[in-house]
């Protein structure tokens, strides 16, 4: 876009990799070399880019924050190892650390993850994974991150597990939350409150009212007359 981006001084990254199948080209193992190939393989022949380009496919999950960081590496460095073989794709992952002083919550260990949409091949890219556009595939990457963050949460010795499914599937009354995104975060350190903000804030007001309520249920149900 003929911009200069400056990244010089972001904080906050506990780890960055980037894995590919074995024998790809190495150049895709480089930050830079890796994103410039696949824009340029999305051009067209005047140098502008293809209007239905999809240059990646982007996936981020949160991560226990009950687990160490050489745990929570661990976990994500299998999952990208999982997704590398099973989709022949070249895969860049960061994990972030919550920024505490800016008024996250200091449980927000995440990872962004980022897959080329086409094959990483010898020769550099290939083919497009079209598979990657299916919501059939989005389930089973969900249930893949969720099986094995319980494995690697076993293993910590840490009686705790999560759940790919949704509220709905689940038949919980919870009313989900809104993701904020980083505008959000970065209102947070100016001292604002977006109404998105607003919005999660009567959420969570409300769902904790709703677990009061299922708690007295419980309790006046297993009352025994005297």
């Not at 080329?116 to 990657?132: I, M, N, S």
């Not at 009313?175 to 995104?181: D, V």
Request: charged share 30%; glycine share 6%; proline share 2%.
């Amino acid at each position: 876009y003929g911009k200069l981006q400056d990244y010089t001084r972001k904080t906050g990254i506990e780890y960055t990799q980037i894995f590919a199948p074995s024998g790809a080209n190495l150049d895709l193992l480089d930050r830079q070399k890796l994103w410039n190939a696949v824009e340029q393989a999305e051009l067209k022949k005047d140098g502008s880019i293809k209007q239905e380009a999809r240059l990646a496919k982007e996936v981020e999950i949160a991560l226990p924050h009950e687990l160490g960081k050489a745990q929570r590496q661990a976990l994500v460095t299998e999952l990208c190892q999982s997704l590398v073989k099973a989709y022949g794709v070249a895969v860049d992952v960061a994990i972030h650390a919550p920024h505490v002083h800016g008024g996250s919550d200091d449980r927000n260990f995440h990872a962004h993850i980022l897959m080329t949409t086409r094959t990483a091949t010898p020769q550099g890219l290939g083919v497009k994974v079209r598979e990657l556009d299916k919501q059939s595939t989005l389930k089973h990457i969900r249930q893949k991150v969720a099986d094995l963050t319980n494995r690697h949460l076993a293993a910590a010795g840490l009686d705790l597990t999560v759940d790919h499914r949704s509220h709905e599937d689940r038949e919980l009354m919870t009313e989900p939350t809104f993701h904020e995104g980083v505008d959000a975060t970065h209102a947070k350190r100016r001292g604002e409150e977006l109404e998105i903000v607003k919005r999660n804030d009567a959420i969570k007001q409300r769902n904790q009212e709703a677990e009061r309520l299922d708690m007295s249920i419980i309790e006046t149900s297993n009352r025994v007359e005297q």
